[in-house]
C-alpha cells in the first residue's frame, strides 16, 4: 500500500444557488465543532480549539487548533467552492488527525451536494 498524498485544498464543483453552497458550508461545518467568521459573501474561516491548548498538548495531550479557510467563487448556477487546510499542531498525531478529519469533512460536504443531485466533481490537491 502507498503513501496517500497529503490533500492541502479542495476544489468542489456544484450546481445550484449561491445560497445552497454557503448554507451547506457553514451547516456542515458548525456540526463539526467549527466557528465560521464571513468575510463577505463568498469567503470566510471556520476555526476549531485553540493556539493555547496546542501548548498544553507540548506537555503530553493531543489538542490542535484547526483552521479552514473556504472561498466560493463562479456564477448564476454553477460554483466552485475551495476549502484550503491551515493547520498548527505540535506532533505528529495532531497532524494525522486533522489530515483524517479534513478528508472526512471533504467527503461529507461532497455527500451532501451528491446527494441533492449537485456534484459536478471533486478535485484534491
Avoid: C, H, P
Avoid at 498548527?88 to 471533504?106: H, M, P, S, T, Y
Wanted: glycine share 12%; no cysteine.
Amino acid at each position: 500500500m502507498g503513501r496517500q498524498k497529503l490533500v492541502n485544498y479542495v476544489d468542489i464543483r456544484t450546481k445550484g444557488s449561491l445560497d445552497n453552497v454557503r448554507d451547506q458550508v457553514r451547516q456542515t461545518l458548525e456540526q463539526e465543532g467549527f466557528k465560521i467568521s464571513w468575510d463577505g459573501d463568498m469567503r470566510g474561516r471556520a476555526k476549531k480549539g485553540g493556539k493555547f491548548w496546542n501548548l498544553i498538548a507540548g506537555t503530553g495531550g493531543t489538542a490542535t487548533y484547526s483552521v479552514v479557510d473556504f472561498e466560493i467563487s463562479g456564477s448564476t448556477e454553477s460554483w466552485n467552492l475551495r476549502l484550503i487546510k491551515d493547520f498548527e499542531g505540535r506532533n505528529l498525531l495532531d497532524r494525522r488527525a486533522v489530515d483524517k478529519k479534513f478528508e472526512q469533512f471533504i467527503e461529507s460536504l461532497a455527500g451532501i451536494f451528491r446527494g441533492q443531485g449537485l456534484l459536478s466533481e471533486v478535485v484534491k490537491s
